[in-house]
Nanobody, 121 residues
């Protein structure tokens, strides 16, 4: 059984930084893509950033120049470094992995448990 466990997050002042981590555990044959999404109250979940197996990255316009996604393949972990945070970045952040649990399994999407990020003075 695959589990994604997130860490990081919390309360930070505007202009501050936070680093989120998400580690996968369990039976994993291959990981194809990792990403971060966020959901603010009353809004739909939206993509923040993603990173492919080859290292190519994609960012939402809201985070370009401020957020950096990275991955450690040896640890099956993805990170999101968030700098110059703004109040509008306040949301619950979720990690997302596209992976195959076993050699005969189809690629499946898994989600982390979510972590609150609050940017406020």
């Amino acid at each position: 059984q695959v589990q994604l466990v997130q860490s990081g997050g919390g309360l930070v002042q505007p202009g501050g930084s936070l680093r989120l981590s998400c580690a996968a555990s369990g039976n994993i044959f291959a990981i194809y893509a990792m990403g971060w999404y966020r959901q603010a109250p009353g809004k739909q979940r939206e993509l923040v950033a993603s990173i492919e197996n080859g290292g190519s990255t994609n960012y939402a316009d809201s985070g370009k120049g401020r957020f950096t996604i990275s991955r450690d393949n040896a640890k099956d972990t993805v990170y999101l470094q968030m700098n110059n945070l703004k109040p509008e970045d306040t949301a619950v952040y979720y990690c997302n992995f596209l992976l195959r649990p076993g050699i005969y399994s189809s690629p499946t999407t898994y989600w982390g448990q979510g972590t609150q990020v609050t940017v406020s003075s």
